[in-house]
């Protein structure tokens, strides 16, 4: 079973800065099946990137994704009022379990 | 536009069963596998269970396999989960949630429902 870790627990910043959120696998997966999302609230989650470089839709361009083998990396570019939420990483390959990470909240500062 | 509406989250005892629905609609259901996804109080997600399209391959957490059955009528545009053997520790909001390709083989979702409140407690 491959487990997800995320880094890190809550992540505290700025209107503006850039926010850099870590989900490291406990062992190697494709970045094909690496999926991150959020959730604000009371919400239900929201997709937000898969795969190499997939955004889903209306997700604005400040949301960019990278990594590959263990390390995976959600990076905001500039972060806006509305960015502030938890965020989480999937696997969700082929085979089950389809693992979730345990969140990164990104709080204001 | 499409809409996932999850229904038949109560209180229940410990060791009772339980039937959740989802009602999907604005999409062609039967041509999309469809989850269920659940997030205790506070806490993470976690995924519970996957349904094909065609329900002809259906995955389990291990968390919940032998307890949980997840089913599907692609006539009526629903999905269920039903819930036996019920423990504290289930207690949680549990979504149903679509992919985002039809016919896809693994989980990347992309629609949710608000979810349905299921309470195990004595």
């Known amino acids: 079973e491959i487990v997800l870790t995320q880094s890190p627990g809550t992540l505290s910043l700025s209107l503006g800065e850039k926010a850099t959120l870590s989900c490291r696998a406990s062992q190697s997966v494709s970045s094909t099946f690496l999926a991150w999302y959020q959730q604000k609230p009371g919400q239900a989650p929201r997709l937000l990137m898969y795969?190499?470089?997939g955004r889903a839709t209306g997700i604005p361009d400040r949301f960019s994704v990278s990594g590959s083998g263990t390390d995976f990396t959600l990076t905001i570019s500039r972060l806006e009022p509305e960015d502030f939420a938890v965020y989480y990483c999937?696997?969700?390959?082929?085979?089950?379990?389809?693992?979730f990470g345990q969140g990164t909240k990104l709080e204001i500062k | 536009e499409v809409q996932l509406v999850e229904s038949g989250g109560v209180l229940v005892q410990p060791g009772g069963s339980l039937r959740l629905s989802c009602a999907a609609s604005?999409?062609?259901?039967?041509?999309?596998?469809m989850n269920w996804v659940r997030q205790a109080p506070g806490k993470g997600l976690e995924w519970v269970s996957f349904i094909s399209y065609s329900s002809r391959t259906i995955h389990y957490a291990d968390s919940v396999k032998g307890r949980f059955t997840i089913s599907r009528d692609n006539a009526k545009n629903l999905l269920y989960l039903q819930m036996n053997s019920l423990r504290a520790e289930d207690t949680a909001i549990y979504y149903c949630?679509?992919?985002?390709?039809?016919?896809?083989?693994?989980?990347?979702?992309?629609?949710w429902g608000q979810g349905t409140l299921v309470t195990v407690s004595s």
């Open positions: 949630a679509r992919d985002v390709s039809p016919y896809g083989d693994y989980p990347l979702l992309n629609y």
């Open positions: 795969g190499a470089s």
């Open positions: 604005g999409f062609t259901f039967s041509t999309y596998s």
């Open positions: 999937q696997h969700f390959g082929s085979s089950p379990p389809h693992t």
